[in-house]
Each structure stands twice: as C-alpha cells, then as structure tokens.
C-alpha cells in the first residue's frame, strides 16, 4: 500500500521560505506522478506543483518562479520548496501521488504567511 506522509509546514512572514517534505513509502517515487496541492478556507483545492514522469515539473501561474518541486531518491521523498512567500499562499498542503491502482493523499501540513 502507497502512502504519503507530508511534513514541514508553519507560520512564517511575507517574503520568507518554507519547505514541505512528503515522504513516500511502499513505492519509489519516481513510479508515480508526484502533485503538491494546496487548499485555502472557502476556495477550491488547487494545484500548485506536479512531478511528471521524467522528473518534469510545471506549476500554475500563481507559484510559477517561487514554487520548486523535486525528489530525492535515497530518502523517498518529494520536496516543495516555496520562497517569497505571500498572504495569499496560507492554506493547507497536501501531497498526492498517482500511479497504476494508486491514488494516495496524505494528510495536509498548514502554511500561514502572516506578518
């Protein structure tokens, strides 16, 4: 059984960085086609990073330049790293990965940029 396990998440002030971990166990990630998404209260979960076979990555407008996804093979672990964090970017984050017979969500990290 896949499952994904996010951690890393927190309060921090606008202009500032976080990074996410979503550690994968029962499966390689690279197996699997590895998505970052968050939800704010009252809005639509969005997507915010995906992890593509090939290790090809694309992010929405909204994160495009600020957002990194990437994995790391040897600790089985996807990463998101987000700099010049805004208000707007609060919400909480969830990791998904997706493969053959696989849906797997983990449980959500909260971010809260606030000053």
């Known amino acids: 059984q896949v499952q994904v396990v996010e951690s890393g998440g927190g309060s921090v002030q606008p202009g500032g960085s976080l990074r996410l971990s979503c550690a994968v166990s029962g499966i390689p990630w690279k197996q699997l086609v590895m998505m970052w998404y968050r939800q704010a209260p009252g809005r639509e979960r969005e997507l915010v990073a995906r992890l593509g076979a090939g290790a090809t990555a694309n992010y929405p407008d909204s994160v495009q330049g600020r957002f990194t996804i990437s994995g790391d093979n040897a600790e089985n672990t996807v990463y998101l790293q987000m700099d010049r964090l805004k208000p707007d970017d609060t919400a909480v984050y969830y990791c998904?990965?997706?493969?053959?017979?696989?849906?797997?969500w983990g449980q959500g990290t909260q971010v809260t940029v606030s000053s």
């Open positions: 998904n990965a997706l493969g053959i017979g696989v849906n797997s």
